[in-house]
């Protein structure tokens, strides 16, 4: 029940955070566009009076009224390239690729238009190219520094040893450290040209650490699934979107293999309200473990695994969202000691709002997530404890901040505190987790 408590916690919480969103106090850059929009009613003709009011609707993210003001401009002058320039990437943050091309390729034609001018519209022409093209690729990438109360996943409690408590090796104990830390994720979509919007997905996602002191801790995780995605029902079922999928993964700790895994399923999307979305994938995989230095008997673990995940998403306002979801797993190894059921559940809560600092006026963003997992074993390992069968619970709460410097790039800084309790004493662990980074976005 505490942990529920942490989730449900963690809701009320962010609930009360968007209700406080909905009536902010006004800051300075919405006192600013308030004056500078009745400004443009006296004076709907005079250019400085426009062009103050399509910066101010800037600053407070509406995108749509300063394209309604650049446009005005252009109606008492129609050759300003470097407002062309403004409309096309405008055009662009709002995923609207041919009005922002049609004013980029404008604003690089005019015989007015300086160098700088040209390249950004060339840039941004490029760009628009990827994303409408059949072949559109897609990411984002992470680099940053973290710092962990308990880098290995070292045991909070004794060493359970045939039933009985030993004196352990000190590279068990728990060790804090220091990382550095890599993290992709790269979509590719290439479209089929299909009446159902079918088109080819594939993600490919990279994780790895290399530890400071703790070298038994570095990891690599490489994910790959590809897969054709279509909306092939009709009628009231028409935007409900399937996509079956083959997947890979490889698993590395301490600069050796600790598995490959590779498999098959299926995900649907489908809207429920034009605010909820739910989704739901099936998959099954084959796990091969490979023994090691660190884990001579690692290949014990080798086996199937058969998951269900489920979530929904709900936009509540434009600046606020939710998920919530849950999992379900069976895994079957070549012992029966390593065989478990495992379900889950978890959820997270966005908040994006005005730059409190003024600092270049582009929202931060903010997330909460909370976590449960429960695993029960299905027999007991008679090298560890033959009288005590393996059950785990994990919890974990987190908090992710992003600060935008551009269109691309953005500030990172995320704190979250993980813990397991067993029934094994060598399993239950405690960690405290920060890192700031940056991102970039393509």
Do not use: C
């Not at 005079?46 to 407070?60: G, I, Q, S």
């Not at 069968?389 to 990172?412: C, H, K, M």
């Amino acid at each position: 029940m505490r942990i529920f408590g942490y989730l449900a916690g963690a809701t009320v919480l962010f609930i009360v955070l968007a209700a406080q969103a909905q009536s902010p106090t006004p800051t300075a850059d919405r006192i600013v566009y308030d004056a500078a929009f009745q400004d443009t009613l006296r004076n709907p003709s005079d250019p400085a009076t426009v062009l103050r009011y399509a910066e101010a609707a800037v600053k407070v993210n509406d995108l749509e009224g300063a394209i309604s003001g650049l446009e005005r401009l252009l109606l008492i002058n129609g050759d300003q390239p470097r407002v062309k320039l403004e409309l096309g990437t405008l055009y662009y943050r709002l995923g609207s690729y041919e009005a922002a091309r049609a004013y980029f390729e404008s604003a690089r034609l005019s015989a007015k238009a300086t160098q700088e001018v040209k390249l950004r519209s060339a840039e941004y022409l490029a760009a628009i190219d990827n994303r409408t093209g059949k072949s559109q690729f897609s990411g984002d990438l992470l680099a940053g520094l973290q710092y962990s109360t308990n880098a290995n996943s070292g045991p909070t409690g004794a060493i359970r040893a045939f039933g009985t408590s030993v004196v352990p090796n000190p590279t068990f104990a728990q060790r804090g450290d220091f990382a550095a830390v890599a993290a992709a994720n790269i979509r590719h979509r290439y479209d089929l040209g299909r009446q159902d919007s079918g088109a080819i997905e594939s993600n490919f996602s990279f994780y790895g650490t290399r530890q400071f002191q703790v070298s038994e801790a570095n990891v690599l995780v490489l994910d790959v699934n590809t897969g054709p995605r279509m909306k092939p029902f009709e009628g009231w079922a028409e935007q409900i979107s399937v996509r079956p999928f083959l997947m890979g993964r490889y698993v590395a700790v301490d600069d050796m293999t600790n598995y490959w895994a590779w498999g098959a399923g299926g995900e649907a999307n489908v809207p429920l309200t034009p605010q909820i979305t739910g989704n739901v994938a099936l998959f099954g995989q084959r796990r091969e473990f490979l023994n090691n230095t660190d884990a001579p008997f690692n290949n014990e673990s080798s086996g199937v695994e058969a998951v269900t995940v489920f979530d929904l998403r709900a936009e509540i306002t434009s600046n606020f969202w939710m998920t919530a979801g849950g999992n379900v797993s069976r895994y079957t190894a070549v012992v029966q000691s390593e065989s478990y059921w495992q379900f889950g559940a978890g959820t997270s809560a966005t908040w994006r709002f005005t730059d409190p600092l003024g600092i270049n006026g582009r929202p931060w963003q903010m997330t909460a997530n909370a976590y449960t997992s429960h695993a029960a074993y299905d027999q007991v390992n008679v090298f560890i404890d033959p009288t005590t069968v393996r059950t785990q619970l994990d919890y974990g709460i987190g908090l992710a901040l992003s600060l935008p410097l551009d269109e691309r790039f953005s500030l990172t800084a995320q704190t979250g505190y993980t813990q397991r309790t067993a029934s094994i004493s060598n399993y239950s662990y405690n960690a405290f987790t920060s890192l700031v980074g940056v991102g970039w976005r393509f």
